[in-house]
């Protein structure tokens, strides 16, 4: 999986990342730091409502953060549309945030009074959604527990959710709510946009910054696998002759002897079958682990890429387990 098409994805995981290494490397964590009392209620310190998402706490949060955004939030964002994912990520910030406030002046008198730092609001509100809009693509169990592909990045949520109860509890119920209240369509919420001025801006001056959004690039010239050259190498044990040491019974007539003479004077199938690959090359194809294409699907190939030389196709087809992957392969080198 590549960053194609998730180009706000890969600028949260920059900034999270270079925004917490910063704070613990100058010593300016308590920047970050959030309470009820004193920062709220005794310094009124309201710009702690938004520094606290720009960095964890520590390094075993800012990893499970840096995890669940790759393994979410590409998929989120890629059903979304940069602009929308972007635009949601905003609001998600925003509903927290006063979330967050209103709990901690409910509940700081009965040990809620501290917000976990870092962007953990954002990243459940992200879960939630990844969590509506993304199918599970297949299911297993575990001691009889019915689970399937998206249960590990649960597990790693949870850990983030448990990891400084009960504050880091609380970021990941406020976090799930607010991506609810997105999603449930109030105030309309999921309808609204950045600004034009902004996108326009964020593509000139930040998209450049974030680097290439390309995804890697599959050369038609890799060799083949140990399983292609495994799998011949079987077909061809499977196509070897019988050998025995037992002795031919004698024919009983004349015309039996006539039959085994000629018999014995025309080679076997599969010697046959030696002599032609050995003619054609076939042999040190087989024993390379390449494929041998019929001038069916040569031809075939030929009328469908014409710009392309007739070596480069018979080598596509010899690399590639059927004719749909050496299409792919070709169309790829294309690109």
Excluded at 186 to 193: D, M, S
């Amino acid at each position: 999986m590549s960053f194609e098409n998730a180009a706000v994805t890969k600028g949260l995981m920059i900034t999270c990342a270079l925004t917490s290494i910063f704070a613990g490397i100058f010593d300016i964590k308590h920047y970050f730091h959030l309470q009820f009392v004193p920062h709220i209620s005794r310094h009124h310190q309201y710009w702690r409502l938004i520094t606290h998402h720009l960095a964890f706490s520590n390094s075993s949060d800012l990893f499970l953060g840096e995890l669940l955004l790759y393994n979410v939030g590409v998929h989120v964002e890629r059903r979304f549309g940069s602009v929308k994912f972007a635009s949601f990520a905003f609001v998600s910030l925003v509903v927290s945030t006063l979330l967050e406030l209103l709990s901690i002046l409910l509940f700081h008198r009965i040990g809620i009074n501290h917000i976990a730092m870092g962007p953990s609001t954002l990243l459940f509100s992200i879960l939630y959604q990844y969590y509506r809009i993304v199918p599970h693509v297949y299911t297993y169990r575990i001691f009889g527990v019915p689970l399937n592909n998206k249960s590990v990045l649960y597990f790693l949520a949870l850990q983030l959710a448990i990891g400084q109860l009960p504050n880091s509890l609380t970021v990941a119920v406020v976090g799930a709510l607010s991506g609810q209240i997105y999603r449930s369509d109030l105030a309309g919420f999921n309808t609204y946009r950045l600004p034009p001025a902004v996108v326009r801006l964020s593509e000139r001056f930040l998209v450049p910054l974030v680097g290439s959004l390309r995804p890697p690039r599959r050369t038609n010239r890799a060799l083949p696998d140990d399983t292609r050259i495994h799998r011949v190498q079987r077909s061809a044990d499977s196509n070897d002759e019988a050998i025995t040491t037992a002795r031919a019974p004698r024919p009983s007539s004349a015309a039996a002897r006539a039959r085994t003479t000629a018999a014995a004077e025309i080679p076997s199938p599969s010697v046959m079958r030696e002599l032609v690959d050995e003619f054609t090359g076939r042999t040190e194809r087989a024993g390379a682990g390449l494929r041998v294409p019929t001038e069916t699907e040569i031809s075939h190939l030929t009328s469908m890429f014409p710009s392309m030389d007739r070596e480069v196709v018979v080598g596509a087809l010899q690399r590639s387990p059927n004719i749909e992957a050496a299409v792919e392969t070709l169309l790829h080198s294309q690109s």
